[in-house]
């Protein structure tokens, strides 16, 4: 059952494709319908946001705690902009009494906080230290300058890479999880003398920002 009683037929307000994706699954029992869906919307004005924001207010007038409702974007403006909204359409269709249950959303943010919040959650259990710094772009390429001085790099007979491209091939590697070599060949070919060397260089720079705090 309903845990509030509705007032207006909220999802009345949507589209048929809308009101497909916000109800998805939604009492069904023994998980049936429940399986994964995915919904290709990038163009601006599609209701991406709208849609959303729809389906978390659903899912918590259909008995979904709130607290276990994960709600991801890419900006903190989005995030806010999407509580918001799961808030108002909440108080519209139930009125006063669903009033602050998404401010219980307590896993509604950006994909880098929840990633971050959970690392800091387990860090005991991955060997991390739980008060970890988190750099941005700007910090990382530093630090990897930093390395690449060190190990003598910036002056050699002919130029290697900078911090950007180095950073820029680091990235490729770690994030798709392919090898140095193939990143090179693929992307970087005018790097290539450099595999060696930069396999040292990252290995460097993984030290050193395990040892920053």
Same mark, same amino acid.
């Given at each position: 059952?309903? /845990?509030?009683?509705?007032?207006?037929?909220? $999802?009345?307000?949507?589209?048929? @494709?809308? %009101?497909?994706?916000? @109800?998805?699954?939604?009492?069904?029992?023994?998980?049936?319908?429940?399986?994964? $869906?995915?919904?290709?919307?990038?163009?601006?004005?599609?209701?991406?946001?709208?849609?959303?924001? &729809?389906?978390?207010? &659903?899912?918590?007038?259909?008995? *979904?705690?709130?607290? /276990?409702?994960?709600?991801?974007?890419?900006?903190?403006?989005?995030? *806010? @902009?999407?509580?918001?909204?799961? =808030?108002?359409?909440?108080?519209?269709?139930?009125?006063?009494? *669903?009033?602050?249950?998404?401010?219980?959303?307590? #896993?509604?943010?950006?994909?880098?906080?929840?990633?971050?919040?959970?690392?800091?959650?387990?860090?005991?259990?991955?060997?991390?230290?739980?008060?970890?710094?988190?750099?941005?772009? =700007?910090?990382?390429?530093?630090?990897?300058?930093?390395?690449?001085?060190? $190990?003598?790099?910036?002056?050699?007979?002919? /130029?290697?890479? +900078?911090?950007?491209?180095? +950073?820029?091939?680091?990235? %490729?590697?770690?994030?798709?999880?392919?090898?140095?070599?193939?990143?090179?060949?693929?992307?970087?070919? #005018?790097?290539?003398? #450099? *595999?060696?060397?930069?396999?040292?260089?990252?290995?460097?720079?993984?030290?050193?920002? /395990?040892?920053?705090?």
């Amino acid at each position: 059952m309903p /845990r509030f009683p509705m007032r207006i037929s909220y $999802l009345d307000l949507l589209t048929t @494709e809308q %009101r497909q994706a916000v @109800e998805h699954g939604v009492g069904k029992a023994n998980g049936q319908g429940r399986r994964p $869906l995915l919904v290709i919307a990038g163009a601006a004005g599609s209701g991406k946001t709208s849609t959303l924001a &729809h389906r978390v207010a &659903h899912l918590i007038i259909s008995g *979904a705690d709130p607290r /276990r409702v994960l709600l991801m974007t890419f900006s903190r403006r989005a995030a *806010a @902009e999407m509580t918001r909204r799961a =808030e108002r359409i909440l108080r519209s269709a139930t009125g006063s009494g *669903a009033a602050g249950t998404a401010d219980r959303l307590s #896993w509604a943010g950006t994909f880098h906080a929840i990633g971050a919040r959970l690392l800091r959650t387990y860090a005991n259990e991955i060997g991390l230290d739980p008060a970890f710094t988190i750099h941005d772009r =700007e910090d990382s390429a530093d630090l990897l300058n930093l390395a690449r001085h060190r $190990l003598g790099f910036s002056k050699t007979p002919t /130029r290697f890479p +900078l911090k950007g491209t180095c +950073l820029a091939i680091y990235s %490729r590697c770690v994030n798709g999880e392919v090898p140095i070599e193939e990143v090179l060949r693929t992307s970087f070919p #005018w790097c290539g003398e #450099w *595999a060696d060397a930069l396999k040292k260089l990252f290995a460097a720079y993984v030290e050193a920002k /395990r040892s920053c705090r």
